[in-house]
């Protein structure tokens, strides 16, 4: 079976400020990850996706991520955040089984 | 290019009574999924379809929740009877379907139900 974790329920940050937002996950065959961002009253959208390849993984609103098969670990990083940044930040897995698992979120909280 | 449309916004409901939610896809997208996201929690699958065919509903509860595609195209679900703790935001998402495992899905604004 698969999972993910986010060990972080929220993070405050003040603006500017680097800020990495945790996700592990666990399954018995090879995954696709995924970073998806929710901000209020909206759906979820695409942040990045690691597919294959590069185990960094550049993605919209300058965020990256960093595949680490040895860590079962894919974590989301910005050198800087803006206000504008404060959402919700779901990571998601998916494998052979044709099925999407999201984590619980980490509710990212941009102080100024 | 038009996102998922999703109607209505928002639903207040008295346990036991039905309601039933509509979903319209990115237009060519062949796969179609319905998720439930409890308070504090991450989105569960409901159910997936692959053009008019249902992929999977292995978390769907069958007994009260229904889901359509007529047509491969546009989605309604159903719950009827429906219980307090159905209480969610319930988005749709479409995706090519090319590569499910690796597709891209794209997330409706979703539909906030409140059972009392």
């Known amino acids: 079976a698969q999972s993910v974790t986010q060990l972080d329920s929220q993070v405050p940050v003040f603006e500017e400020a680097p800020v990495e937002l945790r996700c592990n996950y666990s399954?018995?065959?090879?995954?696709?990850l995924f970073w998806y961002v929710q901000y209020p009253n909206q759906g979820l959208q695409l942040l990045l996706k690691y597919l294959s390849g590069s185990t960094l993984v550049k993605g919209i609103n300058g965020f990256e991520a960093e595949f680490n098969k040895s860590q079962t670990s894919f974590h989301l990083r910005k050198p800087s955040v803006h206000i504008s940044d404060t959402a919700e930040y779901f990571c998601a897995v998916s494998s052979g089984t044709y099925k999407y698992i999201f984590g619980t979120g980490t509710r990212l909280k941009v102080l100024a | 290019e038009a996102g998922v449309a999703q109607s209505p916004r928002y639903k207040i409901i008295e346990k036991r009574q039905s309601v039933a939610f509509w979903c319209n896809p990115i237009?060519?997208?062949?796969?179609l999924y319905w998720y439930q996201q409890i308070l504090g929690q991450g989105p569960k699958l409901l159910i997936q379809?692959?053009?008019?065919?249902?992929?999977?509903d292995s978390q769907l509860p069958k007994d009260r929740f229904s889901a359509e595609r007529l047509k491969g195209v546009d989605s309604t679900l159903k719950i009827q009877p429906a219980k307090l703790e159905d209480s969610a935001v319930y988005l749709c998402?479409?995706?090519?379907?090319?590569?499910?495992?690796?597709?891209?899905?794209?997330f409706g604004p979703g539909t906030r139900l409140t059972v009392l």
């Open positions: 998402a479409s995706s090519l379907g090319g590569g499910v495992r690796t597709d891209t899905q794209y």
């Open positions: 399954s018995s065959v090879s995954v696709y």
């Open positions: 379809f692959q053009n008019n065919g249902v992929v999977d």
């Open positions: 237009s060519g997208h062949a796969t």
